[in-house]
């Protein structure tokens, strides 16, 4: 399980460092190799080690073809998707139309959200947490049944 956020840089030849806290279990669980795509929701990108991102796989094939919703979902995170194996270093190259996507410049974040990463650029990620935080507290959003059950 993968979880908090990791202030990171993406350097000159685009590669992000995953930090050395997950390194063990990326190499145990997936021999180093990822899978990233753009998330559709938000300005990032998913990263997910490779056995999750199979499980993503086979719910997309469920998804049919005929449908245009379904198709232009399938077309959005599988066209985007690109493989990524991290060295032994623990770094990862990000192609350009990710970069591009997610405005990935040298100040990143990577967070942990169980079983997969998010990337985003640094600036995009401190203001959606500042635009949620404030959205709550403010009522604007309303905390569904299932957040309200949630004991934390």
Known sequence: MFRGSSAITLDSKHRI????????????????????????QYPCLLLYPLPEWEEIELKLCQLSSMNKQERL??????GNASDCEMDKNGRLLINGPLRKYANLAKNVM??????????WNESAWQAQMQQGVSQIQSGEIELSERLLELSL
């Open 73 to 78: 979902f399938q077309q959005m995170i599988l």
């Open 17 to 40: 460092t995953i930090p050395t806290k997950y390194r063990t279990e990326l190499v145990a669980d997936c021999d180093r190799k990822m899978v990233c795509t753009i998330d559709t």
């Open 110 to 119: 990577l967070v942990g959200q169980l079983n997969k990463f998010e990337i």
